[in-house]
Nanobody, 124 residues
Framework: QVQLVESGGGLVQAGGSLRLSCAAS????????MGWFRQAPGKERGFIAS????????YYADSEKGRFTIPRDNAKNSVYLQMNSLKPEDTAVYYC?????????????????WGQGTQVTVSS
């Protein structure tokens, strides 16, 4: 089992940037594909991006492509979500998740472990 802890959320003005971090508890972090999801009030949890175990492959939701990136650092057991050009509609709780196997999954139930989430609020 792997424990995930997100950090880096907060309040930012529209057009600004934030970098979320997700730290994993296990040294086997490099064996997990990682994903980022978010959930706004009254909405379902939605996929943002995912990355392969090595970091060599990534996949993005169309709506975030070009604004968000998902790098990872296996030496630090961490994955990040770099968010640029933020909009008020990006306001949500952001979650990182881990899964064994392929990174090419966009549905939450396909992920095995989840962090507790970090709040991002974008003001207009």
């Amino acid at each position: 089992q792997v424990q995930l802890v997100e950090s880096g959320g907060g309040l930012v003005q529209a057009g600004g940037s934030l970098r979320l971090s997700c730290a994993a508890s296990r040294r086997t972090f490099s064996t997990y594909a990682m994903g980022w999801f978010r959930q706004a009030p009254g909405k379902e949890r939605g996929f943002i991006a995912s990355i392969s175990q090595s970091g060599g492959s990534t996949y993005y939701a169309d709506s975030e492509k070009g604004r968000f990136t998902i790098p990872r650092d296996n030496a630090k057991n961490s994955v990040y979500l770099q968010m640029n050009s933020l909009k008020p509609e990006d306001t949500a709780v952001y979650y990182c998740a881990a899964r064994r196997g392929s990174y090419f999954y966009t549905v939450g139930r396909d992920y095995d472990f989840w962090g507790q989430g970090t709040q991002v609020t974008v003001s207009s």
